[in-house]
């Protein structure tokens, strides 16, 4: 993705790409990069014209997107050693044991849901099984570099929300992020008790980024109503939107609605999904710039730790409570 143009050209194709990114969030779903009221697409961006009109700020952002990439084959690796290596003894041990339980597995296997998983803290303090012995060195490396993405990602979003762009950095205190990893396996279709991999939801925190070792299954709800199957490059990360960015927001940009179908599973399919929050103490609310009489607060704000236990879940379940936050309209 590294683009090596110069000068007006490159500054024209960075704000083309923060144009793509702003109408992506606004129009939530149904556009690509090339025609964006034609097609119910995902749209492709290149991360690196965020920040193209600072070279070295643009060369440390590919520098960040690179190191994590070069992590991702060894995070799917490693996955795919603790599903295979470890026994149904072995993996049990983690198990929910009490609310504040840092590492969970569990297995679904029934007409709503099919998948196997492993769900760890990553961040502010990363915890993982002793076992595979690869497992901790393989997973680690990868969140250390998307930790970098993050938070370049978090400079390119407060601009196009019109603030500086150390805004959601500290807005969201993200040095202290609670950031939770949800690791799949998905069987294949002839194998699971129904089509349905995860059901249709919404996840909470900033933004859900997404790895995986075969393309497909995973889809989008778009605004018009139809579901689009996401075709995800092999090698990209997928970034989808979280609640608390729409609320932050005051629901001008959306938490997409997704699920994960097993229609189309030929081999069992490995993914991780890393949500990336806020501080479990940070009040998260509507802000200012977005309230005014035509727009009143569309939400209840509380800290990101209450929000995620809202609805009787423990912390690391990552469960969305959007609806219980929404507050009703009335004329």
């Known amino acids: ?106 297995s679904r296997s029934h007409a709503g849901e099919n998948r196997e998983y492993l769900k760890i803290v990553a961040h502010p303090e990363y915890h993982c099984p002793s076992k595979p012995a690869s497992f901790r060195g393989a997973i680690g490396e990868y969140f250390k570099r998307m930790y970098k993405v993050e938070l370049g990602l978090a400079k390119a979003i407060s601009k196009i929300l019109g603030y500086e762009e150390t805004y959601i950095k500290k807005e969201f205190k993200l040095e202290a992020g609670f950031d939770v990893s949800a690791m799949n396996l998905y069987p294949p279709s002839f194998q699971s008790k129904g089509s349905i991999g995860v059901p249709e939801h919404t996840d909470p925190g900033f933004f859900v980024s997404l790895i995986q070792d075969v393309n497909g299954g995973l889809q989008m709800l778009t605004h018009k109503g139809n579901w689009v199957t996401v075709n995800i490059p092999r090698n990209a990360i997928f970034i989808n939107l979280g609640d608390h960015l729409e609320i932050l927001s005051n629901g001008k940009y959306k938490s997409h609605i997704h699920q994960v179908i097993l229609d189309n599973n030929e081999v069992n399919r490995i993914s991780m999904a890393t949500l990336h929050g806020p501080s479990l103490d940070i009040f998260v609310a509507p802000a200012s710039r977005f309230i005014d009489e035509s727009h009143p607060p569309a939400y209840r704000g509380m800290t990101y730790k209450e929000s995620l236990e809202l609805n009787g879940s423990d912390e690391i379940d990552v469960q969305s409570s959007l609806s219980l936050l929404r507050i009703p309209f009335s004329l």
């Not at 090596?4 to 790409?17: P, S």
């Not at 009221?37 to 009109?53: Q, R």
């Open 1 to 106: 993705m590294a683009n090596r143009m110069l000068g007006q050209e490159c500054f024209d194709l960075k704000d083309k790409a923060i144009s793509h990114l702003h109408d992506f969030f606004l129009n939530s779903i149904n556009s690509d990069v090339s025609a964006i009221d034609l097609c119910d697409e995902i749209p492709t961006i290149d991360y690196s014209l965020l920040f193209s009109e600072n070279h070295d700020e643009r060369a440390k952002s590919l520098e960040h997107l690179g190191k994590a990439c070069q992590e991702f084959e060894g995070a799917l690796k490693g996955i795919s050693d603790f599903f295979e290596l470890t026994n149904q003894e072995e993996r049990s041990e983690y198990l929910k044991k009490n609310p504040m339980d840092r590492i969970r597995w569990g």
